[in-house]
């Protein structure tokens, strides 16, 4: 099976320009999920989608979303660029159980390198 | 915040060495899962240790996990240039889903 691919793989933007990173997962695989990590607060988790749905969400503002197609890929879209968004952002699925409890490997992308200037 | 910490934050190693990395955690989990990144690159997983497991091994790896003291390690034995990556501790949020908290990361460097 093919992994997990992101587009693009590597994005400058300006500040106030918003960006659609994509994510497409392990074919059969519904649940996907996004992290950010940068040098200072390492990998931190944005959100999880499962089956269209948000499912989980982090601790990030309003400018951060995302969404989940019926063929599981997901795309995350960040609205008004800060420099501080500059991070790599990583993709990753799983199987996904829809009422489990415990957790699954996550398969992860190379990632997308966004840089805002 | 919920976020592992791992220690060392570096560790550097002869081939043939064994590594040892540690992780703490904060609050009571489900399962714990260690990963490795090469180079800013994607996360690859390693292993994963449930609850109430004590030990696991995979190939190479060995995982303990104490939940008395939050606490797992991850030991690399016979140590190998590619395995010069950095390494992460991942916990779960204790919720439904897939939502992790990951560590600080152990930047671990094998010298040939």
């Known amino acids: 099976k093919a992994g997990v691919t992101q587009t693009p793989r590597y994005l400058i933007k300006t ?18 999920s996004w992290y950010q990590q940068t040098p200072g607060q390492g990998l931190q988790f944005l959100f999880e989608y499962f089956s269209e749905t948000q499912r989980n969400k982090g601790n990030f503002p309003g400018r951060f979303s995302g969404r989940q197609f019926s063929n599981s890929r997901s795309e995350m879209n960040v609205s008004t660029l800060e420099l501080g968004d500059s991070a790599l952002y990583l993709c990753a699925s799983s199987p996904g159980r829809p009422r489990g409890t415990l957790q699954e490997t996550q398969y992860f992308g190379p990632g997308t390198r966004l840089l805002v200037l | 915040s919920q976020q592992g ?56 790896l060995r995982v303990t996990l104490d939940t008395s003291k939050k606490s797992s390690s991850l030991l690399i034995t016979a140590s190998r240039a590619a395995d010069t990556a950095s390494y992460f501790c991942a916990t779960d949020a204790g919720n ?11 930047s671990l460097t094998v010298i040939p």
């Open chain 1, 15 to 32: 500040r106030g320009q918003q960006v659609t990173l994509s994510c497409s997962p392990i074919s059969g695989h519904r649940s996907v």
């Open chain 2, 5 to 60: 910490e791992e220690d060392p934050q570096a560790l550097s190693i002869q081939e043939g060495e064994n590594a040892t990395m540690n992780c703490s955690y904060k609050t009571s989990i489900n399962n714990l899962q260690w990963y490795r990144q090469n180079s800013g690159r994607g996360l690859v997983h390693l292993i994963l240790i449930r609850s109430n497991e004590r030990e696991k091994h995979s190939g190479r």
């Open chain 2, 96 to 106: 439904t889903g897939n939502q992790f908290y990951f560590g600080t990361g152990t």
